[in-house]
């Protein structure tokens, strides 16, 4: 009996084939197959009567690794296909068919694969935490527990899609500022380093006193050019290091998070895209019927900052020692009072989910026309640093040739 069941547990591994060949009547025909080996599929093929032309065992290794939009893509795609009743193996079967990534192809596979042996859904995500955390296979097994895994999925997709768009919004809000700045960088590198001194050459043949801000921009010049190695190193292996530390960093990612929210400029914007996760969050754990104690284990996470993080554990102390969540919110301090408030009305008329969807549609649209206004606000302040550090520069190497035609 024990060799039975270890033999009935011990699976031959199967690979996705890729085959063509032509039927009886002669027609190209191509398909896919999923078997342990070549020699299986020639097999089977043959059966068919399939003169086979070509057999190739799809790629698994390579290809980009695996972002966040290929997760949301997939459970976008797992969703729709379970509301439509395909069966669950078949509609990874179809999901990995239809990845052009190797990689995602092959994570799609092996949970397939642990699916196919017994092995629940939720159970296999977790298996993969680099993809798959807290809040998703949370929900999966909620959706598993209560027969309703399409609605829950539906749910996480679109919650995916809603964290996803804040993300890019903002990206895309620094990415201009980040860009220009780096272009700038580089402009004045290449002045300092080749125009400059072919300025001082011809100014050194004037023979005459060089007014101040002109032998300020030389100097710089000599200093870039004795030691542009040293410089460009220091920039680059700071900003490296920086971000490595608020990588790998308890203690920084801590000060720079709060930091942020106290920022001048981006403050508002981070502040109000962290409030708009947080609720999203805990209204699709609540949602989908996960108790308040253990939704607020992923929220805080979910919210992308460790001061909300940390609001959020001390929430949970006191809601699992008998408090209320508004009493519990308010008294950290952090959420704005109409976040509040909506949760207040929400837990006295039993609608806590929706209340908390109503609040993180009002902050993803304010996070819309922050990024709007912060587009619009950043442009003529870009132009104004670069015309004062470009218009410096161009009106000191000009001014020993204003005062030599004054002379003449």
């Known amino acids: 009996m024990a060799t039975a069941a270890a033999t009935a547990t011990k699976r031959v591994k199967e690979f996705v084939f890729e085959w ?6 002669g027609k190209i025909v191509r398909g896919e197959v999923r078997a342990g080996g070549e020699a299986v599929v020639n097999a089977s093929l043959r059966r068919q009567g399939i003169l086979i032309t070509k ?8 290809g980009s690794a695996i972002k966040q939009k290929d997760i949301a893509i997939f459970t976008r795609q797992l969703s729709t296909m379970m509301r439509a009743g395909v069966p669950l193996l078949q509609a990874f079967d179809i999901v990995a068919r239809g990845s052009s990534n190797p990689k995602m192809t ?13 092995t629940s859904l939720s159970s296999a995500f977790r298996k993969h935490p680099l993809y798959f955390d807290a809040l998703y296979c949370n929900l999966v097994e909620a959706g598993e527990a209560g027969g309703i895994l399409d609605t829950l999925l539906d749910r996480l997709a679109i919650y995916q899609e809603k964290t996803m768009a804040i993300r890019n919004k903002i990206k895309s809000a620094l990415m201009y500022p980040v860009a220009v700045m780096v272009v700038a960088f580089i402009v004045l590198a290449v002045i300092m380093l080749f125009v ?17 801000p002109t032998l ?11 030691y542009w190695w040293a410089i460009f190193g220091f920039l680059g292996g700071g900003i490296y290091f920086f971000f490595e530390s608020w990588k790998r960093s308890e203690k920084m990612q801590r000060t720079m998070d709060r930091l ?13 895209s962290a409030i708009a996760r947080w609720t999203r969050t805990l209204s699709t754990m609540f949602a989908a019927g996960v108790p308040l104690v253990e939704a607020l284990d992923s929220v805080g996470g979910a919210s992308g900052n460790a001061v909300f993080k940390d609001a959020t554990e001390q929430i949970q102390k006191d809601v699992s020692t008998g408090a209320s969540l508004t009493n519990s919110m308010q008294t950290t301090g952090v959420f704005p009072t109409m976040v509040i408030q909506m949760c207040a009305i929400g837990e006295e008329s039993g ?4 209340m908390l969807g109503k609040a993180a549609e009002f902050y993803e649209d304010e996070v819309d026309e922050a990024v709007k206004g912060l ?3 950043m442009e003529p302040f870009i132009i104004v640093i670069l015309g004062t550090l470009i218009g410096g520069i161009v009106v000191s190497m000009y001014l020993p040739i204003f005062k030599l035609g004054a002379v003449v």
């Open 20 to 25: 063509e060949g032509k039927d009886k009547n």
């Open 55 to 62: 057999v190739k065992k799809r790629r698994t290794t390579g």
């Open 106 to 118: 092959k994570l799609l596979t092996d949970i397939r694969n642990d699916v196919e042996t017994g």
């Open 196 to 212: 400059i001194p072919v300025f001082k050459e011809v100014f050194t043949s004037f023979g005459a006193d060089l007014p101040a």
């Open 216 to 226: 300020f921009v030389i100097a710089l010049s000599e200093i870039f050019v004795s």
């Open 260 to 272: 942020l929210l106290k920022a001048p400029v981006f403050g508002s914007l981070v502040n109000k």
């Open 351 to 354: 609608s806590l989910d929706a």
């Open 375 to 377: 587009s619009s606000l």
